[in-house]
Nanobody, 120 residues
Framework: QVQLVESGGGLVQPGGSLRLSCAAS????????MSWYRQAPGKEREAVAA????????TYAESVKGRFTISRDYAKNLVYLQMNSLKPEDTAVYYC?????????????WGQGTQVTVSS
């Protein structure tokens, strides 16, 4: 079955860096785009970054452009989110996501999330 397992979250001071990882299994990793989302307390889940199946195209939320970088490792079926210059407003649970075809529609799959807290 499809599994997404995030890791790498933690407590970091403002201006610091973290690298999140998402281990993907249960589907053909090289064929699908992958995304990172986040959800802060009391807020809706929002898209942070996405990378296409070939790895050559990435998109970012305006709030993280220039600070975050999404990448993928096809040999290890991993997706990374490198987060630099972290701000307190980046505090959230970060989720890995893939959309897979199920019949004639697309289904979202999510990991369990990893907590990122930016605080001094």
């Amino acid at each position: 079955q499809v599994q997404l397992v995030e890791s790498g979250g933690g407590l970091v001071q403002p201006g610091g860096s973290l690298r999140l990882s998402c281990a993907a299994s249960g589907f053909t990793f090289s064929r699908f785009a992958m995304s990172w989302y986040r959800q802060a307390p009391g807020k809706e889940r929002e898209a942070v970054a996405a990378i296409n199946s070939a790895g050559g195209s990435t998109t970012y939320a305006e709030s993280v452009k220039g600070r975050f970088t999404i990448s993928r490792d096809y040999a290890k079926n991993l997706v990374y989110l490198q987060m630099n210059s972290l701000k307190p407003e980046d505090t959230a649970v970060y989720y890995c996501n893939v959309q897979l075809p199920v019949g004639l529609s697309l289904r979202d799959y999510w990991g369990q999330g990893t907590q990122v807290t930016v605080s001094s």
